[in-house]
């Protein structure tokens, strides 16, 4: 057997850092920023994601974070195809691994976009005419261990009306020549897209679905463009770290607000090289699908979510144990309610990775019915989550200070430490432990990670109704009629057919 010589061209943080400095166009409050690893409102944010990167290189944690692609590149082990259960099993340590550096707060990070590109090493074929820039793609990001972003979605304006009639604001080609496409429009929202290296931009599942062929082929396009193609302009929404004064008040907002940009093309260049599908309506339709995106990503958020969760989990209890209330049966039955919710969505990664299903190519993805289990019961879980917190905190993250120069303040010192103190705990560590808890469940910060969990999934009925769909072409919902139809068939209005009643 021939041996692959290993490849490691892995970025480390600081080499993650320098890449973003290129010239990318990142529009805020005003301005356009300079350097978005220095700019306040994005600093601490690319930290975060830069220490995902020296994990890569860390010699305790690189076996089980890497491993070697088919092409001898060292690469994370959820961006390359899984070919076994045991592939699929090593991903989801590696997703948790990464998770659990920054608490599960960081729902883009790099793996998962991941969850698509892994795929083109086996898919890239689908792409054809266009099947040699897919491999390239990939092989650029797993060896690199890119940070990918991407946009499907379309702005929020006229959703009723054929998409050929929106044209002017939805994206779609403007021209092409010997080197490349030219695109105009906007696309919706492009999570953490500030600190990556390129956008996947694509249509999502319903907009394809309605697009007709001979009328919309302008918006049938499927292509990658680099942070800093000319004419890309990234508007960014308002930054909570930058809003965080200080690490004390705002624990989370501070270090882990990944950001999202509305994403604004005019007259952008794209070479030829970074076009997967040009003027293609039928491939439009089928490239996610095709790919196996949707049972892989789904297995990248739900890990992110236990983790989350499990921060969530502790958070309460020491929040409840501050409070003297922990020992109270209602307070108890809700800490073991959220573990039970943990443990829901951790069983349904393990029935993803140990119930597998055939994946383009030679690649194995994770089982769909899980996976589209758990993208339902992961974005509902939530709204819940925050109740819990509610009813059982109640008012006590609110019994606190206006901020942390309250506590340098001599004439607060000792009303902090009387008046401020929970149950064994003093009455600046009882602050600094509800400041995490606000952060995390009430703050600005908290109200789009809810946000965010509802909806980056799809909205509430498409993601029902996908499942439904996938149930009805594998025949599942057949199955579970002929139960209703086999019962009534034991009896008719002369009373039982079936012998065993008579
Ligand atoms: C914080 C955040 C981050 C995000 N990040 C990304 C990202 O990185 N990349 C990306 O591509 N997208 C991103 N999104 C967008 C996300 O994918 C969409 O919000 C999601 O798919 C829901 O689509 P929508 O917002 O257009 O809502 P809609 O689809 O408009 O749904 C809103 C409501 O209208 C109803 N509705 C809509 N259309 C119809 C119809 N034809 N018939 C009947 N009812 C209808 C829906 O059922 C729902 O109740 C993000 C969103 C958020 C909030």
Request: one cysteine or more; a negative charge.
């Amino acid at each position: 057997m021939e041996t692959i010589q290993e490849i490691n061209q892995l970025m480390t943080g600081e080499e993650y850092l320098d890449s973003l400095n290129d010239g990318r166009e990142i529009w805020f409050d005003g301005e356009i920023i300079e350097n978005v690893t220095e700019h306040p409102a994005f600093r601490n944010a690319a930290r975060s994601m830069a220490r995902l990167y020296d994990a890569l290189h860390d010699p305790e944690l690189q076996d089980d974070l890497t491993t070697i692609d088919k092409f001898g590149h060292r690469t994370h082990r959820f961006f390359e195809p899984a070919y076994t259960v045991e592939d699929l099993v090593k991903s989801r340590k590696a997703i948790d691994i990464w998770q659990r550096i920054n608490y599960g707060w960081m729902g883009r990070s790099p793996d998962y976009k991941a969850a698509f590109m892994a795929q083109m090493a086996e898919g890239y074929d689908y792409y054809a005419p266009y099947g040699d820039n897919a491999l390239a793609w990939y092989k650029k990001f797993a060896s690199k261990g890119l940070h990918m972003n991407h946009v499907l979605i379309d702005p929020p304006v006229d959703r009723a009306k054929p998409r050929s009639e929106v044209q002017h604001i939805y994206l779609s080609l403007d021209k092409s020549d010997d080197k490349g496409i030219y695109v105009s429009g906007a696309k919706m929202v492009a999570t953490g897209s500030a600190l990556t290296h390129a956008t996947f931009v694509g249509v999502g599942a319903g907009a394809a679905s309605i697009m007709k062929p001979n009328q919309d082929e302008d918006l049938a396009l499927v292509f990658i463009a680099k942070m800093n193609a000319p004419g890309l302009k990234m508007i960014s929404r308002p930054s909570y770290e930058l809003k965080a004064n200080s690490p004390f008040d705002a624990p989370l907002a501070s270090r882990f607000d990944e950001n999202d940009a509305v994403m604004v093309f005019e007259n952008c260049f794209i070479p030829w090289e970074d076009v997967l599908i040009y003027r293609d309506v039928e491939k439009v339709r089928g490239y996610q699908p095709a790919s196996g995106f949707f049972n892989r990503y789904n297995l990248q958020a739900a890990t992110r979510l236990y983790v989350k969760l499990e921060f969530c989990i502790g958070l309460l209890m020491k929040g409840t144990e501050a409070s003297g209330t922990n020992q109270f049966r209602g307070v108890q039955a809700a800490i073991g309610e959220l573990i039970s919710m943990r443990n829901v969505i951790y069983g349904l990664t393990s029935a993803m990775v140990y119930e597998p299903e055939p994946g383009i190519g030679d690649s194995v993805v994770p089982s769909l019915q899980m996976a589209a289990a758990a993208r339902i019961y992961g974005t509902s879980a939530w709204t819940h989550i925050r109740h819990l917190f509610e009813t059982t905190l109640g008012g006590a993250p609110s019994y606190t200070v206006s901020g942390v120069n309250d506590m340098h303040a001599l004439g607060l010192s000792h009303i902090i430490d009387t008046y401020y103190q929970g149950t064994n705990l003093p009455g600046r560590e009882r602050i600094k432990l509800f400041n995490l808890v606000w952060d995390a469940l009430y703050s600005e910060f908290a109200g789009r990670h809810g946000l965010y969990e509802q909806n980056y999934a799809g909205s509430k009925d498409i993601q029902r109704m996908n499942t439904l769909q996938f149930a009805t072409v594998r025949g599942e919902v057949d199955a579970y009629k002929g139960l209703v139809d086999q019962a009534m068939s034991d009896y008719d209005a002369d009373g039982w057919v079936n012998s065993v009643w008579k």
